[in-house]
């Protein structure tokens, strides 16, 4: 059956290139965008569009019955950083969300789709190539959350048949939307401030590695395994997958290659450090491929061509 999707969070760093992917994959008005604010944006502008706050189950059944959709994308939700500021709300908007999102596909029968994160380990998971199946204990509120979210999704799947999918993913690079209050959002900041600037000061260590991704494959990643032959799911909330690991010197060294001129410094911030020491350094991704086919077309070289040529036109235009 063609797919007919809601999306939560459609305004974010993924919803807003996802919207646009979904909408030359399944058909415009096959996508349902919906997100707590309007904005003078594509996806707002490109096809359906609603409000919806993700807290308001009710809100999101009403939707989902109107346009009469058949899976849900759940994106909506607040980032490492940011839910450690508030740990109260993430609790509530992360896991409420969720909720409704897995109560409207229960009695829809919908296939819903949800990210987790690197963000699900924690300082006791082994850090490289963190294997699929291992010790979660995150330190973090958005861990925390992130760990409840998978587990409720297998519950829904093993005790309801809920067709609950998901990824655990990296630091997702893009210059599109800026991401929000991520740990990882440092390796988005530091091509703006590259272009803009020609230096970068980080509030990540040197030396500190993390997963990261860059978005064209983050969004074949999530169309891959939505249209996974569920035979083949042995796993599903939810699957390493991961294109690179490095650290703020490596990433600084490639930008160098394209402007000789930039440097890097260092004013690290405790909070935000502390997450990242907490995350592993590089996960094993070998289940996804497996079970799904996942595959990462750009490593940090490839990347940061088309990254620093993409940003480059935009801020330009903008
Ligand atoms: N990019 C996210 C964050 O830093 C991790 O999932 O919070």
Known sequence: MRKKILVT????QIGTELVMKLHDVYGTDHVIATDIRNSENEVVQS????ILDVTDGKRMMELAKKYQVNTIVHLAALLSAKAESNPLLAWN????????ALETARELNCQ????SSIGAFGPTTPKNKTPQITIQRPTTMYGVNKVSGELLCD????KFGVDTRGVRFPGLISY?????????DYAVDIYYSAIERGSYTSYIQKGTYMDMMYMPDALNAIVALMEADPAKLKHRNAFNITAMSFEPEEIAAEIRKHIPTFTISYN??????AIADSWPNSLDATAAQEEWGFKAEYDLEK????????????LLAG
């Open 155 to 158: 519950y829904y799947y093993e």
């Open 93 to 100: 908007l992360n896991m409420g969300g969720l909720v409704n």
């Open 112 to 115: 819903l789709f949800t990210p």
């Open 47 to 50: 096809g359906p569009f609603e």
């Open 268 to 273: 690290v911030d405790p909070v935000r450090q």
């Open 176 to 184: 599109a939307a800026e991401p929000g209050g991520g740990t990882t």
């Open 9 to 12: 969070g459609a305004l974010g």
């Open 303 to 314: 990347m940061t061509v088309d990254m620093l040529g993409k940003l480059r036109a935009k």
